[in-house]
């Protein structure tokens, strides 16, 4: 009775220190930060109706395809991604999907000026400028409707806003700076698998170089994120996708600008990297439960079996 009695008061104790201490102390250590929805309120509306025809032009005449592919539709810049990680720091991602991937007026503000879409004007000014230039006008009489023409362009090249899959959003949006191990992402792109080691090493090699220029642009290499889903919740990863100066503050990573559901599937594939085999585990914690149940069961009877015998 007594023993009960003590291990009732442990249970409690040790219930509560991980209901509320738990959480406090966490919620000391870490600001709370709450989602803004993706609204991207800071960044001015979208005041004109986009032409996605006369985008296209635009699209040409600005200059994105001197830094960006655009493989969708066969457009390549003719620079390897090493070399544009040598010229740029990153290797630009390629715009197939960006329509999809992210907000329209984030895209909008990003064209117009970069660092300040990003929200890393404090890294850059008129002598360290911001590696992608800003659009200064193609031409046209309003710089605004030509931007807001090659949004629609570039919405109108895209896949569905809700078909952008985990690997898309990833790849566009985080991978031009994280590696990530478990699934052979590197910042040159996937590792293909190689015949000759000769290969392998030299694509390694390659990697450590573009890495370096990741380092020298952002001051520190951006970690790989293979297990960062195990130390970090979903809701710090979204707010912090959302708006990464609110967690840390003066950080060089950007924000991206993707919509609510490209962050629901960057957060996807960091899960699927990070726990493989979830699904497998599901599987096999039933069978350990029905197990269990025919155990006890077979104990049970078992026990009586004995106790039976003696007395
Ligand atoms: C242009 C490069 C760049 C891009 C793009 C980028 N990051 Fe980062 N990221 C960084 C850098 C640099 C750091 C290190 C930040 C620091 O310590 O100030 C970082 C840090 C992080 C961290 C660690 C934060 C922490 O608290 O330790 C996470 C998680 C992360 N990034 C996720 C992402 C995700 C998800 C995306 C895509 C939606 C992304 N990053 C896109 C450069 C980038
Ligand atoms: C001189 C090269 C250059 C040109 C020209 C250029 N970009 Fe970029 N762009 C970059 C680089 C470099 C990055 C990555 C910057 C970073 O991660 O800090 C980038 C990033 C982007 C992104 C990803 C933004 C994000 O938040 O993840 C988009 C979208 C984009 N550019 C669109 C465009 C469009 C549209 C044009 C034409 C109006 C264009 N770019 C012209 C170099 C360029």
């Not at 991207?40 to 200059?63: C, E, N, S, V, W």
């Not at 600008?257 to 996807?268: C, M, W, Y």
């Not at 990070?274 to 269990?292: Q, S, T």
């Amino acid at each position: 009775m007594k023993e009960l009695f003590i291990l009732a008061v442990v249970t409690f104790f040790s219930l509560l220190t991980y209901w509320l201490v738990e959480p406090f102390a966490h919620g000391q250590m870490h600001a709370h930060v709450d989602s803004k929805s993706f609204a991207y309120a800071d960044l001015p509306a979208l005041t004109k109706q986009g032409d996605a025809t006369r985008g296209a032009d635009t699209f040409m005449a600005g200059g994105c395809i001197g830094c960006h592919n655009v493989k969708a539709l066969g457009m390549e810049t003719g620079m390897s991604a090493k070399d544009a990680a040598a010229a740029y720091g990153v290797n630009p991602p390629d715009l197939s999907n960006a329509g999809a991937i992210y907000d329209a007026k984030f895209l909008a503000d990003l064209i117009k000026n970069p660092a300040h879409a990003m929200s890393v004007e404090h890294k850059f000014d008129d002598m360290h400028p911001h590696p992608m230039p800003a659009f200064y006008g193609a031409g046209g009489e309003d710089i605004d409707q030509e931007i807001a023409d090659m949004v629609a362009y570039m919405q109108s090249i895209a896949v569905k806003a809700e078909e952008v899959t985990p690997k898309m959003a990833f790849e566009d949006a985080c991978g031009r700076c994280h590696a990530v191990r478990y699934t052979k992402w590197t910042q040159l792109g996937e590792m293909p698998n190689f015949k000759y080691k000769k290969d392998e090493l030299r694509f390694q090699a390659d990697v450590l170089d573009a890495q370096d220029a990741v380092k020298a642009y952002m001051g520190k290499l951006p970690p790989d994120l293979s297990m960062y889903i195990r130390s970090r919740n979903e809701h710090f990863l979204s707010t912090f996708i959302e708006d990464p100066q609110s967690h840390l503050h003066g950080t060089a990573m950007p924000r991206v600008g993707v919509t609510a559901h490209a962050s629901e599937q960057v957060i996807e594939y960091m899960k699927m990297a990070g726990d493989p085999l979830a699904a497998d585990r599901d599987e096999i914690g039933k069978n350990v439960m029905i197990y269990m149940i025919f155990f006890v069961l077979f104990a049970y009877l078992w026990k009586r079996q004995i106790w039976k015998d003696l007395h």
